[in-house]
Structure formats: structure tokens, C-alpha cells
């Protein structure tokens, strides 16, 4: 891999104590034309479709001024829903048209064009609310992180479920020890779209099924421009089967299937309530019956275990994803209930079990006593909390920095696309985040930093 820019992960992870984890301030003015707080912010949407439609809706309290999608008809939707908006198609040209006349961006474009449009708005000083996951490789979330704490703004990464109460309650019973030291956890989601043999895509209700790119060029729609679409990634002929709708997501030279997408959501819980960092190794496994890696399309099921060290005053600790057909041996065992999706916490004295919006509190593994821990007593109340785009859009005007800013959002990034990276390489990978590359493993570094078409370097 050629030389890249670098630094040591920094060890000043935002306090993921409750109290903390609403606002910490930044150094320069985060509103950056001077309004006050009951001003509004003017903010450009890039990805207006899907689900940048629903975030445009989030944010439509303020000031759209921009609306831009290689999709015509999200575009003059758009600018129907807001009439003074500028349309585009291309966010480059948005930048170099209207930079001076917004204030912040909200990027909900496909994966692998988040990085530039995100990276765009942070040269230019612009707040960030970028969809989950942040980036499409390593390598971006990186350069990403070092141009937010450059930039001096108020970053956001789409993980909305972060904001909820349950999130935060878990966080601070784990933090407080309401199970003891937490030395394993495991993360399972049921979703199993991506490759995988045509009996377990029906068992699994997977409507898309596909095993190799499609040899055959189709006329792309003419709302579409493809071109634009395709944007970093390799050039390649429409088909259907990439896009309209999220099938893209399966393909690697677009995104990284289950594990960066709902890994954003789910693995935050761990990441955040044992105090994360970079992992210092990964390694990957299919369940039985389930094909081995492939070079285009992303995998329905797998596995991925890391190894964290020492955080402080926490013991290492690992942690397990699971995906599609792959599950946790409790689970499968019945020591536990049988959630479908779910994060479970080992500590010594108990577990917790969480979804998005419930958890209880457990015997210890292999325990025969009925009682679980309690919950302690003397816990603080949890801080006012705001919806996730709510919470941005105060972090803007405020100063402040919004709780899944990209200081956070983006070593969490990093490990999910690992998780990925060691499926495809397939095998236990070391990794020195310092030098971001594997050290046992130098063909994974085109994983780590993917090519990119020329007009589209980061």
C-alpha cells in the first residue's frame, strides 16, 4: 500500500460517562455565521432519497437551501418540499456554487461516496451529519477523523438509535458495574441479505439473490445518472441489481453488507459502554453450510471476533459479531432468551442482555441461581436527551459537539470494516492502528485503502 497519512488513535475518546455524553466544547465558533441560538442553521442535503429523505424531514425545522442527488427525481421532490432550495446533481459543484451560503451538510448518499462528500464539507467548515457507516474502508475513516478535529465543527455520524434512553441506561449500568468486569460481549442481528446459497436466501426471505456481477449492460433509468452514482468506485455497466432501492449495499465496491451497516448500530452499544478503541486483532468465520468469501458480494453470514486490550482501569476484553445465520453458543444453547437481534454483556457478577429498547439483567453464565443482579441504587439520572438530528442541530448553535461525533464515530467505523477485511482475507489479523495496516498481513492492505477512480481521489 502506498505511503499514507497516519496518527495514533486518540486517547481522548469522548467521556462516554452519561453526564459527558451530550456536549463537549470546541475550540472555534461552531456557527459559523454568527447567528444566535434561535437562528437557523441553512443546510445542504447531499443523498436526498431513501434514507437521506427521511433525514432531509429530520432537519426541515431549519433552512434547506440545497438539495443535491444523481437521482432527478429526489431532487425535484426536494426542492418541492422546499421551494428556495438549489438543486444539483453533482455535490462537487454543489461546494463550488453555494459553500458561502450554508452553514452545515447532512450526507446520506450511498456508502462508498460518503467519505467525499463528508471530507468536502469539513474543508469547507461545514457541520456534518453523516449517515452510518461513516466511511467505506478504513483507510477514509481515518483521514475523515484528523479533518473533523481539523475543522473545528460539529460532527454527527447517523447512528440514531444512540440517542435513545435505553442506550444510555445500558451505558451507565455497564460503567458502573452492575454486572462486574466485563471480560466477553456479543452482538448477533438476524438479517441475512448477501451471498449465500438459494436455500438459505429463501429461508432467510433474502428477495435478491446473486453470485456474480452481471455480464450484461442495462440502459440506466433516465432519472439516473450512473456516472455520478458510481462516483470513487470503479467504472463498471448499469444493472438493476445494483440500484434502485439498497441492493448496492451487498457489493463491496459500493459497501460492506451487514457488518458496516448494521454493525453502526449495533456494535455502538459495546463500543461505547466498554470504552473502545482500536482492536488489536480480528478474525472472521462462516457457519456451517455458508460460502466461503467472495470477491464482489458480501456475505449473509459471519462472524467476527475481536480482541481488545487494556483501557485504563478496564481488562481486555472480546468482543463477537454475528450476522444472518451465525449465532452465539448461549443463544444457541438456550442460556440465554432467544432475541433475535441483541447485545450481550459477560460480567462476573451477571449479564445484560440488550436490544434497541429493553434490557434485563441476568444470572452469571452457567449460574443456577434464579436472582440476577440488581441494578445499583445510587445511579445518576440520565441527562435530558434530544432526538439524534434534534441533538445535532442544538450541538451546532451551541458550540457543542454532538455524542456521536466523528472523534467516536470513526474508530468504530474502523473496527467494523475490519471485521470485514479479516472475512476476506481470511485469517486472524494484528492490527497496528498507528501504521493502519495489518502486520501480519500485507494483502489486506487494498482493503484497507480502496482504489479510486481518477476525479474522485479523497
Known sequence: MDAIRSSRPSRRRFNRGLLAAAASSLAAPAFLRGQNLNSKLNIAI???????GANMGAVSSENIVAVCDVDSKYVDAGKA??????????????????????????????????AMATMLALRHRKHVYCEKPLTHDVWEA???????????????????????ENYHRVAQLIQSGAVGPVREAHVWVSRAWGLQSKEAAKRNHDIVYATERPAEAM???????????????????YNSVYTPGPKWYRWWDFGNGTMSD???????????????????????????GAPPAHPEIAPASMSATYEYGVRGALSPVKLTWYQGESKPRIWTDGGIPKWGDGCLFIGEK????????????????????QQPPLAPSNLPPLPPLLEHHAEWIAACKAGNQASAHFDYAGPLTEANHLGNVAWRIGKKLEWDPEKIRCTNAPDADRLIKCERRKGWEL
Open 46 to 52: 447531499i443523498g436526498a432519497g431513501g434514507r437521506g
Open 81 to 114: 418540499a422546499h421551494p428556495k432550495a438549489k438543486g444539483f446533481s453533482d455535490f462537487r459543484k454543489l461546494f463550488d456554487e453555494v459553500a458561502k451560503d450554508i452553514d452545515a451538510v447532512v450526507v446520506s448518499t450511498c456508502e462508498h461516496t460518503h
Open 142 to 164: 481515518r483521514q475523515i477523523r484528523l479533518a473533523a478535529t481539523e475543522a473545528k465543527v460539529t460532527t454527527q455520524m447517523g447512528i440514531q438509535i444512540h440517542a435513545g
Open 219 to 237: 440502459t440506466p433509468p433516465e432519472y439516473l445518472d450512473w456516472d455520478l452514482w458510481l462516483g470513487p468506485a470503479p467504472q463498471r455497466p
Open 262 to 288: 448494521l454493525g453502526s448500530h449495533w456494535n455502538d452499544l459495546p463500543f461505547w459502554a466498554l470504552q473502545l478503541d482500536a482492536p488489536r486483532t480480528i478474525e472472521a468465520a462462516a457457519p456451517p
Open 350 to 369: 451477571g449479564m445484560l442482555l440488550s436490544s434497541y429498547d429493553k434490557y434485563v439483567l441476568l444470572p452469571p453464565q452457567g449460574s443456577t441461581a
